[in-house]
């Protein structure tokens, strides 16, 4: 027969997991949806993935590491549709042009560039049941060669966009294992 030691230490581990469980399902959720991408533009504004970016005039160097180079608008970010965006980001990981990073401010730019991304790229999917506004929204466009990924807090009204290489852009994850923890 368990000593009650053993006994114990069995029940206050299951309490802790059944703790656990129950508040990961009883924590919200952030909504989430995607769309099958309609017309994929194989890089952005005019730009094919995999293109060398450090001769383009319009672009002048923001940032440099060993494998990874951002770029900035020399005219400042282009607008999505009607919407001004903050802050838009040309990123080349060894050399090859492989995402855009796009962050914005505010619920009617939001809208707005949702509307714009939807009208160049297809309507996300509306499921029965599901919700377009919550805490955080996801939204996902794949393409065969881009992928579109856009994330928006609503708590701060912060938006985050993000043009990728679906070849590319997977590359910057790699450097994660090699230089994280």
Same mark, same amino acid.
């Given at each position: ?80 549709? #009607?919407?001004? +965006?903050?802050?838009? =980001? $040309? %990123? ?71 043009? #990728?290489?679906? +070849?590319?852009?997977? =590359? $910057? %994850? ?8």
């Amino acid at each position: 027969m368990p000593s009650c030691r053993l006994l114990h230490a069995r029940l206050a581990a299951f309490t802790l997991a059944a703790g656990l469980v129950c508040s990961i399902a009883l924590a919200p959720t952030p909504s989430a949806h995607a769309g099958t991408m309609t017309n994929d533009p194989k890089g952005f504004n005019n730009i094919p993935w995999g293109t060398a970016l450090d001769s383009r005039p319009e672009l002048t160097l923001a940032n440099s590491a060993p494998h990874i180079k951002e770029y900035d608008l020399k005219t400042g970010p282009l607008p999505l549709g #009607e919407a001004k +965006v903050d802050m838009m =980001r $040309f %990123s080349t990981f060894d050399g090859k042009f492989a995402r855009v990073t796009v962050r914005y401010r505010g619920k009617n730019v939001h809208t707005q560039v949702l509307a714009y991304l939807q009208a160049q790229y297809g309507s996300i999917d509306r499921t029965p049941g599901q919700t377009m506004r919550g805490v955080n929204q996801q939204y996902n466009w794949r393409g065969t060669d881009t992928e579109i990924n856009m994330t928006y807090e609503g708590q701060g009204e912060r938006g985050f966009l993000f043009f #990728e290489s679906a +070849v590319l852009a997977p =590359r $910057f %994850s790699d450097l994660l294992a090699e230089h994280g923890y």
